[in-house]
């Protein structure tokens, strides 16, 4: 998360990691799910297979989300715990898409 009126979220320069689920409501984290899932469609349909891309989301002061990019390549995070969680997930994608 960004400071207070700034838009940068990357730890090094001053951002705070927050899980969504302890900061948002169900509804919301419902309905940012079905936005994912359709990006990773379109995605899909647009370039062919997708197996990892990453969104970058404000919230205004509304609490209505607003997407700033759709980051559709592999990329490496500064920030451990998400750094660990995208190989975690990369590393369960391989075995589904090898059968093993």
């Not at 390549?73 to 660990?84: A, N, V």
Request: glycine share 8%; net charge negative.
């Amino acid at each position: 998360m960004a400071k207070k009126d700034g838009i940068t979220t990357h730890l090094s320069k001053g951002g705070d990691i927050l899980p969504l689920e302890q900061h948002s409501h169900k509804k919301w984290i419902n309905k940012f799910r079905q936005i994912v899932n359709e990006c990773g469609q379109s995605l899909s349909n647009e370039l062919g297979f997708f197996g990892e891309f990453s969104i970058d989301v404000g919230i205004d002061n509304h609490r209505n989300p607003w997407i700033f990019e759709v980051n559709a390549k592999p990329m490496k995070f500064d920030e451990i715990e998400i750094e660990r969680n995208k190989m975690t997930k990369l590393i369960q994608l391989f075995y589904e898409l090898t059968n093993y």
